[in-house]
């Protein structure tokens, strides 16, 4: 009995172990935000956030239409979205 006792105790455990490493978190599902350059402008920590992480580059391409731009603030995705002109006024405009 006492040798059947140890094979069986390592049978369990190992079953066990198989069976929490299959429990993984699921990733927590990002909010995603969209909203135009004007409504980004309203909030002064997102445009901060919007000066650190963008940059006029976005622009070398010039085609018609809206620019889109994706930002990480504060755990949430911004997806922002503007014209070309609008664009350069934001990066003309910038704070010292």
Do not use: C
């Amino acid at each position: 009995m006492k040798t059947i006792r140890f094979p069986l105790t390592g049978v369990i455990l190992s079953f066990a172990i198989i069976g929490y490493a299959g429990n993984k978190r699921s990733a927590q599902a990002k909010k995603i935000v969209h909203i135009t350059l004007d409504q980004a402008l309203t909030e002064p920590k997102l445009v901060k956030a919007m000066y650190a992480q963008l940059s006029i580059s976005l622009l070398r391409l010039e085609q018609p239409g809206f620019y889109f731009v994706t930002l990480i603030h504060t755990g949430v995705v911004y997806k922002i979205d503007a014209t070309r002109d609008a664009w350069i006024k934001f990066f003309v405009n910038r704070p010292a």
